[in-house]
């Protein structure tokens, strides 16, 4: 069975700097990978995701996410956030085989960036 | 429509009321989804909907909670005789293709049972 792990709960950062959200995954097959960013009262919003290619994957907001297959990781990074980059970041994770089509989501990473 | 809309945004019931919470998807998204989201315990799957095909119920953690989806578009997922533990947000979210393009989401309904 898949699995993701977000190790950081919480990660404050002071505006215009640089951010990095952990991402790991678990699984015996091929993966789509996925960030959502929740922002306060409002559902999940697509960032990126990771299909297939190129291991870079650049998403919204300036956000950006590397695969790495062999340290089964998909950590997001942004060169410089903005007070409005707060909000709470999920790492999703989809089996290519078998699983069913369903998502498993991480228990998610608070950002708050403050100035 | 132009987003995935849910309604009650909120809901709050008596322990051991039953509670209807709908879901409707962007027209034309073959697959539905519902998700539970407790405080520090992120997203919990409970049951996908994809055009005729009977639902994944695998994620319901109990027999009083059931979803069935009419005419391949709006959704309904149920709660019978709640329990303070179903307190949560109810997200559901749809898809166009399974998986491939990640999938769109309501703003969710918070459920308060006290």
């Known amino acids: 069975a898949q699995s993701v792990t977000q190790l950081d709960s919480q990660v404050p950062v002071f505006e215009e700097a640089p951010v990095e959200l952990r991402c790991n995954y678990s699984s015996s097959v091929s993966v789509y990978l996925f960030w959502y960013v929740q922002y306060p009262n409002q559902g999940l919003q697509l960032l990126l995701k990771?299909?297939?290619?190129?291991?870079l994957v650049k998403g919204i907001n300036g956000f950006e996410a590397e695969f790495n297959k062999s340290q089964t990781s998909f950590h997001l990074r942004k060169p410089s956030v903005h007070i409005s980059d707060t909000a709470e970041y999920f790492c999703?994770?989809?089996?290519?085989?078998?699983?069913?089509?369903?998502?498993?989501f991480g228990t998610g990473t608070q950002l708050k960036v403050e100035l | 429509g132009a987003g995935v809309s849910q309604s009650p945004s909120n809901k709050v019931t008596e322990k051991g009321k039953d509670v209807e919470l709908r879901c409707d998807p962007i027209?034309?998204?073959?697959?539905l989804y519902w998700y539970r989201q407790s405080l520090g315990q992120g997203l919990e799957f409970l049951i996908y909907?994809?055009?005729?095909?009977?639902?994944?119920k695998s994620g319901l953690p109990s027999d009083r909670f059931s979803a069935e989806r009419t005419g391949g578009s709006v959704s309904t997922l149920t709660i019978q005789r709640t329990q303070q533990e179903d307190s949560a947000v109810y997200l559901c979210?749809?898809?166009?293709?399974?998986?491939?393009?990640?999938?769109?989401f309501g703003s969710g309904t918070r459920l308060t049972v006290v």
């Open positions: 909907f994809q055009g005729n095909s009977a639902p994944d």
């Open positions: 027209s034309g998204h073959t697959a």
């Open positions: 979210a749809s898809s166009l293709l399974d998986r491939n393009y990640g999938y769109t």
């Open positions: 999703a994770v989809s089996e290519l085989t078998g699983g069913g089509n369903k998502l498993t």
């Open positions: 990771y299909l297939s290619g190129s291991t």
